[in-house]
């Protein structure tokens, strides 16, 4: 792991967690947002395993919005890199899966599972779609940062991607449905070197970051 002298003392494993040095190290301290992976395959069936461990995270009313589309195909992945800021292309194009991660502004179809008995709450949000596309965003958002963990612990190396333009992508992928693309992710296996990732900026401290009341 490269990391900015000044910053290293940062990314040292945290004593008295119940997880173990390793654990912290694969979750968060070395793991990096890669531009460089191996050319190992990531298989559909790994990405929707990481879906199903982290889909346990909480949401507000268990609404659990986050979907993800996995741009496979030579057609996919041509929409998302070409909705892609310029800037971003060739990383994109580097990462052997990209992930599209979306929100589901009707998410409230599923509450048979995620809330049950909850019909009444359903027929308010139906009538309600802009509150909808604002609960599906907030929610997807948290869900996004439990899938970058959870995709961190099946041993992937991912980088998000805010730069692209969300309704060209969705024109391309999601036209016929409810989702509405928030962040894209570029994953794969680690490479044996270098992450492409550069030198690793700081994080403020808990000194900054978290006061005691
Ligand atoms: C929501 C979000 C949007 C991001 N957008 C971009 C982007 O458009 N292009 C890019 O190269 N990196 C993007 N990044 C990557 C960040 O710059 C990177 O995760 C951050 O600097 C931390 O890097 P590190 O994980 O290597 O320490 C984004 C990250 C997040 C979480």
Redesign the pocket.
């Known amino acids: 792991m490269t990391i900015a002298a000044e910053t290293a003392h940062l990314a040292t494993p945290i004593d008295g967690l119940a997880i173990d040095d390793t654990t912290q190290r694969r979750l968060f301290l070395d ?5 460089e992976f191996s050319e190992r395959d990531v298989p559909d069936t790994l990405i929707r395993s990481v879906f199903d461990l982290v889909k346990w995270g909480p949401t507000s009313n268990n609404t659990t919005p986050m979907r993800v589309a996995i741009a496979r195909s030579e057609d996919a992945r041509a929409a998302v890199i070409s909705n892609a ?1 310029q ?2 292309r060739a ?1 994109l194009a580097k990462s052997p899966v990209l992930l599209v991660v979306a929100r589901d502004n009707r998410f409230h179809d599923h509450f048979s599972v995620t809330s049950p008995g909850s019909e009444a709450t359903a027929a308010r949000l139906e009538a309600a779609p802009e509150r909808r596309a604002a609960l599906a965003t907030t929610g997807s958002w948290l869900q996004g940062g439990y899938l ?1 963990v959870g995709l961190r612990a099946a041993g992937l190396a991912v ?6 333009d969300a309704e060209g992508l969705d024109e391309a992928l999601f036209a016929d449905s409810s989702w509405s693309s928030i ?1 894209l992710l570029g994953v794969g296996y680690p490479p044996p070197s270098d ?1 492409g ?2 030198l ?2 700081g994080r403020v401290s808990a000194n900054v970051g978290v006061v005691s009341f």
């Open positions: 793991a990096r947002s890669n531009t800021a800037s971003n990383k970058i980088r998000p991607y805010g730069g692209f962040m992450s990732a550069g690793r900026r």
